[in-house]
């Protein structure tokens, strides 16, 4: 399958690692990142938001599915508008994957949540993902695709991860009572976006999130047990200094269900909590480095 990706980031390289018969395109924001890509073996072009190759262009007309990991961007330069002609033109493109967020919820109170469930954000952010949303979902009806909304929550993997911040020092254990989020393994974002791409089902909203909503100072202090370790002192929600963006995850509080996708998709989570995540990248080497201080 020939896919293009706005975005090839985390999540889309973990795709095409573990997806041999997907022949990659796509873009990346600087000349060493998109050099890097190519010497990798993926074809490879910048776009930043202004500036573009013509080729680009030319391989989105070539792809078969779309696959959308950048974010909204403030003050024009979407895709959607940038290459319309392009998309439109895509003789065989058939489906469009965008990746949001769960964000886009909101506040539940802690209630567990679907798809089916209100979008209450009323964030900056969490309304501009909802923007975006629309205008894929408006891009794909005029080209006649499907178009599938991937909604993420946290991410984490290999390099980016509780063993790796506790290695450099990062990490914090924030307490807000009653306080707890989802998170998911880049390997089964990528395992949902590779059935939704493949499955032929019509374009839909899909959760993507782990099967134990969880406070985040347990993830912090169960990594800390993996590497044999003394975790970071707790720190009370409301006496830490936090960026507004850092501060904005405690903000909302509910637990995203990704039932539908196992039903529909048939999707089989490998990591169905934090818990065999953590255990897999430990077991790998993540945060090895780590010595415990005297």
Same mark, same amino acid.
């Given at each position: 399958?020939?896919?293009?990706?706005?975005? #090839?980031?985390?999540?889309?390289?973990?795709?095409?690692?573990?997806?041999?018969?997907?022949? @990659?395109?796509? *873009? $990346?924001?600087?000349?060493?990142?998109?050099?890097?890509?190519? %010497? +990798?073996? &993926?074809?490879?072009?910048?776009?930043?938001?202004?500036? /573009?190759?013509?080729?680009?262009?030319? +391989?989105?007309?070539?792809? !078969?599915?779309?696959? &959308?990991?950048?974010?909204?961007?403030?003050?024009?330069? @979407?895709? *959607?508008?940038?290459?319309?002609?392009?998309?439109? %033109?895509?003789? $065989?493109?058939?489906?469009?994957?965008?990746?949001?967020?769960?964000? &886009?919820?909101?506040?539940?109170?802690?209630? /567990?949540?679907?798809?089916?469930?209100?979008?209450?954000?009323?964030? !900056?952010?969490?309304?501009?993902?909802?923007?975006?949303?629309?205008? /894929?979902?408006?891009?794909?009806?005029?080209?006649?695709?499907?178009?599938?909304?991937?909604?993420?929550?946290?991410?984490?993997?290999?390099?980016?991860? %509780?063993?790796?911040?506790?290695?450099?020092?990062?990490?914090?254990? #924030?307490?807000?009572? =009653?306080?707890?989020?989802?998170? +998911?393994?880049?390997?089964? #974002?990528?395992?949902?976006?590779?059935?939704?791409?493949?499955?032929?089902?019509? =374009?839909? #909203? /899909?959760?993507?999130?782990?099967?134990?909503?969880?406070?985040?100072?347990?993830?912090?202090?169960?990594?800390?047990?993996?590497?044999?370790?003394?975790?970071?002192? !707790?720190?009370?929600?409301?006496?830490?200094?936090?960026?507004?963006?850092?501060?904005?995850?405690?903000?909302?509080?509910?637990?995203?269900?990704?039932?539908?996708?196992?039903?529909?998709?048939?999707?089989?989570?490998?990591?169905? *909590?934090?818990?065999?995540?953590?255990?897999?990248?430990? %077991?790998?080497?993540?945060?090895?480095?780590?010595?415990?201080?005297?």
């Amino acid at each position: 399958m020939r896919v293009f990706f706005f975005g #090839i980031g985390y999540c889309a390289e973990a795709l095409i690692r573990r997806t041999p018969g997907i022949e @990659a395109s796509g *873009t $990346a924001r600087s000349d060493e990142r998109v050099a890097a890509l190519r %010497a +990798a073996g &993926v074809e490879a072009y910048v776009f930043d938001g202004a500036r /573009w190759e013509p080729a680009l262009e030319q +391989a989105i007309q070539r792809a !078969e599915a779309i696959v &959308v990991s950048i974010p909204p961007r403030a003050g024009g330069g @979407a895709p *959607t508008q940038l290459f319309a002609s392009a998309i439109a %033109a895509a003789p $065989a493109l058939r489906r469009i994957l965008y990746y949001s967020t769960i964000g &886009v919820y909101g506040d539940h109170g802690g209630q /567990w949540i679907d798809e089916t469930s209100a979008t209450l954000t009323r964030s !900056e952010r969490g309304l501009a993902r909802l923007a975006d949303e629309a205008r /894929w979902i408006e891009a794909g009806r005029a080209r006649g695709a499907a178009v599938d909304i991937l909604r993420l929550p946290g991410i984490y993997g290999p390099g980016r991860n %509780a063993l790796v911040r506790l290695r450099e020092g990062d990490a914090r254990r #924030i307490v807000k009572p =009653g306080h707890v989020s989802n998170r +998911a393994h880049v390997d089964d #974002i990528a395992e949902v976006t590779h059935l939704a791409l493949t499955r032929g089902l019509d =374009g839909q #909203i /899909w959760n993507v999130a782990d099967d134990e909503p969880a406070p985040p100072q347990d993830v912090i202090a169960y990594a800390a047990k993996l590497l044999g370790v003394d975790p970071p002192p !707790e720190e009370p929600f409301d006496e830490a200094r936090l960026s507004p963006m850092a501060a904005s995850f405690f903000m909302d509080e509910k637990r995203v269900s990704a039932a539908k996708a196992k039903a529909l998709l048939g999707f089989k989570p490998a990591y169905p *909590t934090y818990r065999e995540g953590l255990d897999a990248l430990a %077991a790998a080497g993540e945060g090895r480095e780590l010595v415990q201080p005297d």
